[in-house]
């Protein structure tokens, strides 16, 4: 049956057989919604979006007694059943004679007036309410357990498919309601989480995190009555419903947020760490509030897309979009914490050494001045010229050059949301000023690495890297001499925005000091050791 007529026969008060004075039409991007007085029946729109396919009347058909099955998990006295939608001779029917054209979810219609959404709107949640609907969100999991072979589809690689198919779904969405900016700077984000933390999501598929859950779990999703009633769950695609316990509350706590009900979001997610006992999901919150807000706006941008949504709607729809886009960005800045990183020393103080174990372990950026000379240059990385100090490329303007060079190759870096270790001496204050001065208007915290260590060590160092073949480096004894007659202390940088490393020492002793400094978020597991840092002004380490 043609969808257009179909929806205006259940639309007609008369259609049902219970008495109803009116029906309320609710329309998403997948469904149609008929409210009558006593009942809710859904009718499935014959969409194909990939993730999901109703495209066929038997797949319809397979998801609503879907629907049904599942939903009694939380809802067992809500939904009744799955009924046809049967026409003969032109009348139109439910579970009359006839053919079968579409199926419905038949549900009995719970209190309009107990929908979470009415019930924040009159002022009357409170902290209580959400500790509630947290502990039957906390009972529910704990019975949704499921075996470790099926638990693996959301382990990192299968949560990372998710991600990576809502940046591909919503590219044609990129600067109309989601400006490339943000775009780029959430999909950076997510994948530096996944690059950072392997271990992280591991852990939680082997310690039982993961669950068949709702999927869907949003301020629309719940009725306030007592018992709490949870409904509407994700019912056509597994992999939406099979997630980390984390990505359940993430939901909620997000969809509060977005609505302005931050203290009860907060109030939901402590009580449900209490009731769960899961001291870990803080760690995944703002990853998984990011994916939840990017999936409310990939649903929005969809529904933009709809030729049955009117035109002024799409309006509506569009602003919504972009919010959730927003706070996606919002959200996404706070699970990859940045800083831009300053080496600062003379050559041979370890410094490249240091900062390309910084970069591995944390996944981060690395922009080194010998690269960059070389590249103004027109020069191979690992060309070996030996030119005076203060000549050629080592001369002032070619080292100022190099230096402002090294920043406006970080700043684009930082706008994505990377962070950034600039490798280089530094050893003139405006150079060390121009980095803060990026770092500042970049938004992000700032951090110099000065590297000290004895003049023989650095002898022996510089008298090794001559005599290898394929070093970047063209550091000499002569150069270190020039550099030190030049040196300028960075003592204007001080409390935490400088640690002074003593690089005599191996550089995973040093790594594993810096842990107390660097921002722990960095660290794959909540259980690394963090070295207790000395309280002095400037910071040492060493």
Known sequence: MDLDRLVERLSDPAFYPEPTRDVEVIQTHISFIFLT????????????????????????????????????????DTYQGVV??????????????????????????????????????????????????????????????????AASMKGRDGVKVNCDENFAQTEKYVGTLVPVGIFDFIRTSTNLFFERHPALFARRVREGRIVDGHGDLHLDSICATDPVRIFDCIEFNERFRIQDVVEEVAFLAMDLEFHGYAPFARAFVEAYVEASGDAELPELLAFYKTYRAYVRAKVSSFSVDDPLIAEQTKETIRTTASRYYELAAHYAAACNPQRLIVTCGLTGSGKSTLARKIAELYALQTVRSDVVRKELLGLAPDARRHVPFDQGEYAPSMTERTYAAMLERAAPLLRLGHSVILDGCFIRRSQRRNARKLARRSGVPFLLLECRTSVEVIRERLQRRVQKSGVVSDGRWEIYNGQLAEFEPPEEIGGDERVVLDRSKPVEELLHELAAVLPHEWLDAPSAVRATVAAQNPARIG
Do not use: W
């Not at 009347?57 to 049904?68: F, N, Q, T």
């Not at 009348?91 to 007036?113: F, N």
């Open 37 to 76: 007085d006593t009942h809710a029946y859904k009718v499935k729109k014959p969409v194909d979006y990939g993730f999901l396919d109703y495209t066929t009347l038997p797949k319809r058909l397979e998801c609503c007694e879907r629907e049904v099955t599942l939903n009694r998990r939380l809802c067992p």
């Open 84 to 149: 046809p939608l049967r026409e003969k001779e032109g009348a139109l029917s439910l579970g009359g004679p006839g053919e079968t054209v579409e199926y419905a979810v038949m549900m009995k219609r719970l209190p309009h007036d107990r929908m979470l959404r009415q019930v924040l709107a009159r002022g009357e949640g409170d902290d209580e309410l959400f500790r509630r609907i947290a502990r039957v969100v906390a009972d529910f999991h704990a019975r949704a357990v499921l075996s470790p072979s």
